[in-house]
Structure formats: structure tokens, C-alpha cells
T-cell receptor
Framework: SQTIHQWPATLVQPVGSPLSLECTVEGTSNPNLYWYRQAAGRGLQLLFYSVGIGQISSEVPQNLSASRPQDRQFILSSKKLLLSDSSFYLC????????????FGSGTRLTVV | DAKTTQPTSMDCAEGRAANLPCNHSTISGNEYVYWYRQIHSQGPQYIIHGLKNNETNEMASLIITEDRKSSTLILPHATLRDTAVYYCIVASGSARQLTFGSGTQLTVLP
């Protein structure tokens, strides 16, 4: 069966520090991968999605970047965190042509101090 | 550009059926109706989806009107653990992006 792993669950980072959040999927190949962000009390905002290794589409220009170095690995990064980057970050995957939509990871709650 | 309209919040008594409506008047012929829910501080969870016909699984039932312009998610016997934000989304079956709106905050009351 397919599983998605996202870590860490919580993270507190100082302003100006770098960020690296990792997401991996098991039990499937060539998944579509996604990074979402959700501010407190708000809806989900799509940040990046990837349909293959090295293929990244950005939905919202900002202080973040994404990379997909391996088929089932998706990384969200920042060189210098801002206070406004504090949020709940979610990774998700879907199969190619899969009408069941997404399976989400458990999320990372990032607090920038 | 919101494709769906849902009430902001709803209450339901424990043990009763919870009926969550969703309007999607601009839905295209190849678009499915998906329902997800998000319990506080967790990732969204897939519930059910449908194209034209009504659907039922172990979690819920989905009733889609004949003109497909609206649908209702039914939780037949709501429990306190069903308290969550419920999202109704329309997208094609091969959609590479699902756009989440504000959803409906369902509160199941004891």
C-alpha cells in the first residue's frame, strides 16, 4: 500500500535561517507531488507541484522553493525564513490520471521566531 | 475563482445524519465532485468522490443532483470525531491541482 511520510512534525526556526522540509512517498512510482501551506484559520494554498523528477511548477512566488531530486522525494526549502513563513505545511501525492485525488501527509507546523 | 459554494459552518447532534450541501453550478462534464475533511492540525482526508451517480462508501454517501449543479455529503450517524472542516472540490479526474476553498466547519454536538 502507498504511504506518505513528512517530517518533522513541528519546527521552530529563527528569522533568517534556512529551511528544509522533506516528503517521501512509498508504494507507488511516478507520483504527482504537491506542497500546500495553511495559515492559522485559513484554507489550503497550493505552493508547488511536480509531475516528475526535476519538474517543478510554482503557483505562488515567494520566499520558498521546491525540488524533486528523486522520483518519490519532494523537498521544500528556503534560504532565509521570514516571520510570515510561519504556517502549517502539507505534502500530498496523487497518481497519474488517478481520479481519487490526493493523499496528504500529516503536516509540519513551522514557527519562525 | 471559486468553483464551489459551501456554508461556513453547521452543527449536528451526535447520532444524527449530517447533511453538508455544496453548490457547483459551473461544473464541467468531465469534472468530478470530491469531498475531503480536515480535522484540526491534521492533513486533509479523502472521503468520497462522484461524477454523476450517487456514491456510498464506509464513511459517507454523496448525492449529486441530476443537473450536477449541487451535491450533498451525508454522514449517516455523526460522531464527535466527525467534527472537522469539510471541503467540496470539483476537478477533472486527471487534475493535477485541487483547489481547496474555505469549506464547512461541521461541529457535532453531544
Amino acid at each position: 500500500s502507498q504511504t506518505i511520510h513528512q517530517w518533522p512534525a513541528t519546527l521552530v526556526q529563527p528569522v533568517g535561517s534556512p529551511l528544509s522540509l522533506e516528503c517521501t512517498v512509498e508504494g507507488t512510482s511516478n507520483p504527482n507531488l504537491y506542497w500546500y501551506r495553511q495559515a492559522a484559520g485559513r484554507g489550503l494554498q497550493l505552493l508547488f507541484y511536480s509531475v516528475g523528477i526535476g519538474q517543478i511548477s510554482s503557483e505562488v512566488p515567494q520566499n520558498l522553493s521546491a525540488s524533486r531530486p528523486q522520483d518519490r522525494q519532494f523537498i521544500l526549502s528556503s534560504k532565509k525564513l521570514l516571520l510570515s513563513d510561519s504556517s502549517f505545511y502539507l505534502c500530498a501525492w496523487s497518481g497519474e490520471g488517478d481520479s481519487y485525488g490526493y493523499t496528504f501527509g500529516s503536516g509540519t507546523r513551522l514557527t519562525v521566531v | 475563482d471559486a468553483k464551489t459554494t459551501q456554508p461556513t459552518s453547521m452543527d449536528c447532534a451526535e447520532g444524527r445524519a449530517a447533511n453538508l450541501p455544496c453548490n457547483h453550478s459551473t461544473i464541467s462534464g468531465n469534472e468530478y465532485v470530491y469531498w475531503y475533511r480536515q480535522i484540526h492540525s491534521q492533513g486533509p482526508q479523502y472521503i468520497i468522490h462522484g461524477l454523476k451517480n450517487n456514491e456510498t462508501n464506509e464513511m459517507a454517501s454523496l448525492i449529486i443532483t441530476e443537473d450536477r449543479k449541487s451535491s450533498t455529503l451525508i454522514l449517516p450517524h455523526a460522531t464527535l470525531r466527525d467534527t472537522a472542516v469539510y471541503y467540496c472540490i470539483v476537478a477533472s479526474g486527471s487534475a493535477r491541482q485541487l483547489t481547496f476553498g474555505s469549506g464547512t466547519q461541521l461541529t457535532v454536538l453531544p
